[in-house]
Nanobody, 115 residues
Framework: QVQLVESGGGLVQPGGSLRLSCTAS????????MKWYRQAPGKERELVAS????????NYADSVKGRFTISRDNVINTLYLQMNSLRPEDTAVYYC????????WGPGTQVTVSS
């Protein structure tokens, strides 16, 4: 049974940083492409970043390039999103996701950027 659980969200001031984590279980984490998405109030869910199984291939949405870094630890089955220089428009619920037999999502973690 695939399980994804995000953590690390919270309230941060503009310009601040947060590191999100996603612990994975129930599938062979090390061989799957992993993604971070986010959904702001009243908006559609959008892809933020993705990472290949080996952690080398990475892609980012234009809106977060140079500020966010995706990484993974295949020993402890954990996905990360380091978020720096946060802006109010980064406020959203952040989800990790994997596609195995179908797409799976975690419950999400709220990130609020506000002064």
């Amino acid at each position: 049974q695939v399980q994804l659980v995000e953590s690390g969200g919270g309230l941060v001031q503009p310009g601040g940083s947060l590191r999100l984590s996603c612990t994975a279980s129930g599938f062979a984490f090390s061989i799957y492409f992993m993604k971070w998405y986010r959904q702001a109030p009243g908006k559609e869910r959008e892809l933020v970043a993705s990472i290949g199984s080996g952690g080398i291939s990475k892609n980012y949405a234009d809106s977060v390039k140079g500020r966010f870094t995706i990484s993974r630890d295949n020993v402890i089955n954990t996905l990360y999103l380091q978020m720096n220089s946060l802006r109010p428009e980064d406020t959203a619920v952040y989800y990790c996701s994997v596609y195995t037999s179908r797409q799976y999502w975690g419950p999400g973690t709220q990130v609020t950027v506000s002064s």
